[in-house]
């Protein structure tokens, strides 16, 4: 089975998603995305994939957002994905395929509806929120 993870290691969210797909006894396929960003196509595809909007994806925050002029609602989802592209900071992560679909995961817990296996036990993330029990139910 093939899990992908679109990882930021500086990313507390991030770190959260990828021990959470290990706690569920799979080892993800892991794209440390401002290293070596998605072409074009994959972005594209990847949107499509998780049937969301291009501008829900964009971050905001320690990026060139503002600057770029991308919080005028008049620029194209072309204009948006070439934005990205040029700057995959942009991009709003970690974001996670799975053969049950794709998802942005903000909240780090949003790995666990596309994840094909359950949690094999008790979970804690980084900030100290319990979010699944010792028997692997999710708590939240």
């Known amino acids: 089975m ?6 930021n290691p ?8 990828l021990a959470l797909i ?10 440390e995305y401002l290293k070596t960003p998605p072409s074009r196509a994959e972005l594209v595809s ?4 998780m049937g969301v909007p291009v501008r829900s994806i964009l971050r905001e925050k320690g990026t060139p957002f503002h600057e770029l002029g991308l919080n ?11 934005a990205m592209i040029a700057h995959p900071i942009l991009m709003n992560r970690p974001i996670v ?3 049950l679909g794709g998802a942005l995961c903000r909240p780090s817990e949003a790995v666990l509806d596309i ?12 900030d100290g929120e319990k979010i699944v029990d010792e028997s692997g139910k999710r708590i939240i």
Do not use: M, W
Request: proline share 9%; net charge positive; glycine share 6%.
């Open 2 to 7: 093939t899990i992908t993870i679109y990882h």
């Open 10 to 17: 500086a990313c507390g969210t991030s770190r959260n998603v």
């Open 22 to 31: 290990r706690n569920s006894g799979e080892e993800p396929r892991i794209i």
């Open 46 to 49: 990847l949107i499509a994939r």
């Open 72 to 82: 005028n609602p008049a620029r194209s989802d072309d204009a948006l994905i070439d």
């Open 97 to 99: 395929v799975t053969p």
């Open 115 to 126: 994840l094909p296996n359950p949690q094999r036990g008790a979970f804690v993330k980084e």
